[in-house]
């Protein structure tokens, strides 16, 4: 069966299933857990979408818990460095995973996270904080008339102070626009849905979205709004867009597309921003080949791409690869590969970081990766001096006597140049199943990171994510300010479903 033709399958099903739920009528057992696999079809469209579209029309039921309480001690630790408490910032029942998480630049004590909130109707879920991230307060993002939402959150703040909100909109569960909301006061409210990306395919599909904003003062494009998207057309052939907006979010250019458009079974996603203090704007992602042992880009070599753009967003270099990790195998029904040692899909995000310090590696370029080694999931991370134009592997982020797995890295660079990398890490499991969340950092452009500091302080098993093992999302968060590194990450300490928690590290 090819992915395309299946996929159309999965989605007159879909449909179909939704119109029989509006009639009223019943339908058999829902599936969850390990099931999830068998239930979601073998598409390279992210697991997001896939697992918010099957939970619309019911065919999926995520378990649920106890609300939890989102207060906690404040987010500061002594003496330096050392590992910050961890905070719950989303709040309810119903699992939340994917957890991005960003930093108001005006004003340090304002953090805004998100996450695939199945509490919220749109699956959509916003947590702002004022104080540090002692105490967080949720939103749901509201839909387009008639629509709704699939997934992928995204949060950032401009230099005026506005933060801004967003993820997957969808009529039909086929097509699809990128949906935001703006706040002016740090989410007590909100502006009403407004379409920032539309598909650049006829009946294609917007998905994977990443919001990054020029905040650098002296920047000749400070405060533009620039959204890097993975375009699906209606047989899976792809490509990547970004879309930007210099007044707020008034107004946005077109769909601009960074690169040719890749002919299935070549396949582009997963794609981050980052943002040069000149207002340069790099945009990384991944390229593999569904030709795999399973006929999907699990088990094989991808590609990880960066292109650059100096006019604002509307033209883009030609590609340069950055490297070429091997992709976890699939086991579970996954596109691009599982977690070894259980039934979670594992994304290869190439999370982007430059550095906009006036150190000695200002301008320097980092990405962080996994690759699998046969053996095990290893975080890596590699640099470039030159703009992007070549790249080398960087020190170790992990030491090499931690052979469990390493994955859902993310990374970034603070105001002084210092790069820091946050992942989930199995180690202290002999099982090699359980994990907490790691961080480290460099302060000598990545040649050699500081000892590992564990920043989760209870472990989790990916088997109680609230899909019985099935989904956790596809990526975690980090970001600097001053000489703290916030992070976010799917945790599961309440043993019954995972959730948005924040911690990380004081250098």
Known sequence: MSKSGGYRRFLAALLLIAGSIG??????????????GAVLPISPISASVLVARAVHTGLIQPQSAGRSSNAAPQLTCTPAPCALPNVQASGGGQPVNED??????????????????????????????????????????????????????????????????????????????IVFEKSSNNGATWSAPSIAVNPFFSGGLTDKPWLQIDTTA???????????????????????????STNG???????????????????????DIAIGKDGTVYVSWMRCLATGPTGDCGGTTAMMEVSKSTDGGNTWSLPVPIATPALAPDTCSAFYGCVPNSSERVSNVPAIGIDNSTGPNAGHLYVVMYTWTGVYLKVEVYRSSNGGATWSLAGNVAPTSDTHDQFFPWLSVGSKGKVGVTWLDRRND???????????????????FKPNLQLATVASNPNNDGFGGGFMGDYTGNTWTGITLYASWMDTRNGSTAQDEVGGLLK
């Open 23 to 36: 009639s009223g009528r019943a339908f058999g057992a829902q599936a969850s857990g390990n099931n999830i």
């Open 100 to 177: 991005p998480i960003a930093v108001n630049p005006k004003n340090a004590l304002q953090l805004l996270s998100g996450g695939n909130d199945y509490n919220c109707p749109n699956i959509q879920g916003f947590y702002s904080s004022g104080n540090g991230g002692t105490s967080w307060l949720s939103t749901c993002l509201n839909n387009l008339s008639g629509q709704f939402g699939e997934g992928d959150p995204i949060v950032g703040y401009d230099r005026k102070g506005n933060s801004y909100i967003g993820g997957i909109d969808s009529p039909n569960g086929s097509t699809g626009e």
């Open 218 to 244: 002296t920047s000749p494009h400070v405060n533009a709004l620039y959204m890097s998207v993975t375009q699906f057309d209606v047989s899976s052939n792809s490509t990547i867009t970004v879309s930007h």
């Open 249 to 271: 979010g008034t107004t946005w250019s077109g769909a601009i597309q960074v690169d040719t458009t890749q002919i299935y079974p070549n396949v582009d996603q997963f794609s």
């Open 430 to 448: 002999p099982s090699n199943v359980s994990y907490e969340a790691f961080g480290t950092y460099s302060t000598n452009g990545g040649s050699t």
